[in-house]
């Protein structure tokens, strides 16, 4: 298959050189390495542990920090960019990369940011060094878990993992449910309430991000990962009991993280770019199938029956509204957004997670039945789709309810007098 590239999204104008050249990487590596594995990934629901570290190689799990440190100084829009390519051919390694990359912007491109004392900024140019050397320089590979089963990841409350702190350190209890890269990372970044005794009452404030690394005693990995779809993530259970991790392990220092995540909503987007991808794809597949091109598949034309143009042209304008504001709202991502910009960001959300899923059905049903076969990817593209919509921290549900508030609401008013 040719690279479309940025062309994709109509956008190639408003990318600058080092964009597009990341971007067509990603495309061409992608395309090269994981097209002819990743079946076998997807059924078994095993983690392409020989492929991911290439990607370190190309330079990849870098290109988000700081030139300063040796990365190439990517800011938010070209990882968005970058990850919808490999969401293109295969979604869970996008969501994968997303985890790794995601430690690299809070760290990096979101914290430069951001305002800070010259104290802090010092003490986080220090302790952020150690993390980019052990990237850069011997392949780490970091994980962010999220979910906890509870309100904190949708930003409800406090987390329910904790670091109690010591003279030392802190001493970490919990437990991260689909904890993407799950036993394959080298270190999870470990977002937890930081309590000053055990029975410190637990703040969102006091929220602390650290650096557990997955060879301490006390990390361990659990239970079985055989979902629906994206299933290469292998996001099994991470469980830390009593885990020591001393205080130079921060990836933030205190109070940062909790600042950062109010100041930078558009950051919690970055699960979009994988489904922004296979959105694509499943417009791609139909395109190809219709027209007797797809691989694998007998060279016969589909494409003549005035119902399949039809659905076609349904499938391409839910794609480029889809796209479109997708592209506006990863545009304009900065700190403090205004009121439009971060409704727009829940509705850019809510936008392509429920239609992704919406041109999967189409997908399918105009291709018609081989095109579900197991040999072709037009399957695997639906079961991915449909995962989208469920994912913390803005489910589609919670971005339903953020925008209905925040259309009706302005900051502070209540119905109460």
């Known amino acids: 298959m040719k690279y479309i590239g940025p062309d994709f999204c109509n956008i190639t104008t408003l990318l ?18 994981f097209i002819p594995l990743v079946n076998e990934y997807y059924e078994k629901g095993s983690f392409p542990v020989d492929l991911i570290p290439k990607m370190g190689e190309l330079g990849f799990f870098g290109a988000t920090l700081p ?16 990850a919808s390519e490999i969401g293109r051919y295969c979604g869970a390694t996008a969501l994968t990369f997303n985890m790794h990359v995601s430690s690299c912007l809070w760290t990096g491109y979101l914290a430069d940011n951001l305002e800070m004392d010259d104290e802090k900024r010092n003490e986080h140019n220090n302790l952020r060094g150690m993390h980019y050397e052990r990237i850069l320089k011997k392949g780490s590979i970091y994980a962010q878990p999220f979910s906890e089963g509870n309100a904190s990841a949708a930003g409800k409350s406090a987390f329910g993992t904790t670091a109690l702190r010591t003279d030392k350190g802190w001493i970490i209890n919990g437990k991260k449910i689909f904890a993407s890269l799950s036993g394959h990372a080298n270190y999870y970044g470990v977002l937890c309430t930081e309590l000053f005794s055990e029975n410190s009452p637990p703040s969102r404030a006091n929220t602390m991000y650290v650096a557990v690394p997955s060879s301490q005693e006390g990390v361990r990995v659990e239970g079985e990962w055989d979902p629906l779809g994206m299933r290469g993530t292998v996001s099994r259970t991470l469980i830390f009991e009593n885990v020591f991790i001393p205080f130079n392990e921060q990836l933030m220092p ?32 139909t395109v190809r199938y219709l027209r007797g091109e797809q691989p694998g598949m007998p060279p016969i034309k589909r494409r003549m029956y005035p119902t399949k143009q039809l659905t076609v042209a349904q499938m391409k304008i839910i794609l480029e509204q889809t796209k479109a504001i997708w592209f506006q709202s990863i545009s304009e991502a900065k700190p403090n957004p205004s009121k439009d910009q971060i409704m727009r960001a829940w509705s850019a959300q809510y936008s392509v997670m429920e239609n992704v899923n919406e041109i999967a059905r189409l997908a399918i049903r105009t291709c018609g039945g081989q095109s579900m076969l197991k040999s072709q990817p037009l399957e695997r593209f639906y079961r991915d789709s449909r995962c989208g919509a469920l994912m913390l921290p803005w489910t589609a549900e919670l971005c339903l309810d953020m925008i209905g508030k925040g259309a009706l609401y302005e900051h502070g008013e209540s119905d109460e007098n």
């Open 16 to 33: 600058t050189d080092e964009e597009l050249l990341i971007q067509k990487t990603a495309n061409e590596f992608v395309t090269k390495e």
């Open 67 to 82: 030139k300063k440190y040796g990365g190439r100084d990517a800011d938010l829009k070209t990882y968005m960019l970058a």
């Open 254 to 285: 205190r109070g940062i993280y909790y600042n950062a995540a109010k100041q930078w909503p558009h950051m919690f987007m970055t699960l979009t770019p994988s489904y922004v991808g296979l959105a694509q794809a499943c417009y791609d597949f």
